[in-house]
């Protein structure tokens, strides 16, 4: 049987927001730590990784989604009583105690906290989303900054739907990743 981080493993692409540094160890740029990541190494995030000199990241699946009022997330100052249709992934590039998404952020580092991963495409969560009737779209409940790459090709498809796109974030992100999510975040 499969660990979460071995299924994780293999729920991922190349990822986008990574430098290859003099040594060849890679530069993760999704958040703040900008791990430098020797061959085979996992991020503190412990969902993006170094495989033969690319740096992997996670794309395919979600580890939540939900519809529900916007003044949840909470947005209440934008688009009052308008339906959020939120998604997220699994991993954080911090572990804080008092986590109210525990289960999703925690997933990896701790063994009661386990949230299986669902496949998702993207174009089917956006179809699901204007189906509930959705105003908005928001990526949540793990650290969106380390599943940058995913959020934004939902956000793509989002944005030709003519749905608005939100972040729930810890904040701790680098210029890299703020000017990748720049054009698709509302």
């Not at 916007?70 to 934008?78: C, L, N, S």
């Not at 339906?83 to 997933?107: E, I, P, R």
Request: with cysteine.
């Amino acid at each position: 049987m499969s660990t979460l981080a071995e299924v994780l493993a293999r729920e991922t692409r190349e990822g986008e927001l990574y430098d290859v540094l003099p040594d060849g160890r890679l530069r993760c740029y999704a958040c703040g730590h900008q791990c430098p990541l020797p061959e085979g190494a996992i991020g503190v995030c412990k969902v993006r990784f170094n495989d033969g000199g690319r740096l992997r990241v996670p794309w395919g699946y979600v580890g939540g989604v939900q519809c529900d009022p916007i003044e949840k997330k909470p947005f209440f100052h934008a688009y009052p009583g308008a339906l959020a249709y939120s998604f997220g992934m699994l991993g954080c590039d911090l572990h804080c105690a008092y986590c109210q998404n525990w289960v999703t952020s925690q997933a990896l580092r701790d063994p009661a906290a386990v949230s299986p991963p669902m496949n998702a495409r993207a174009v089917e969560m956006v179809q699901d989303a204007v189906r509930l009737g959705a105003r908005v779209l928001v990526s949540t409940y793990n650290e969106p900054l380390i599943t940058s790459e995913w959020a934004v090709e939902i956000f793509k498809e989002a944005k030709a739907a003519g749905l608005i796109t939100g972040f729930v974030s810890n904040g701790y992100g680098t210029p890299h990743v703020l000017e990748y999510l720049r054009p698709w975040i509302d």
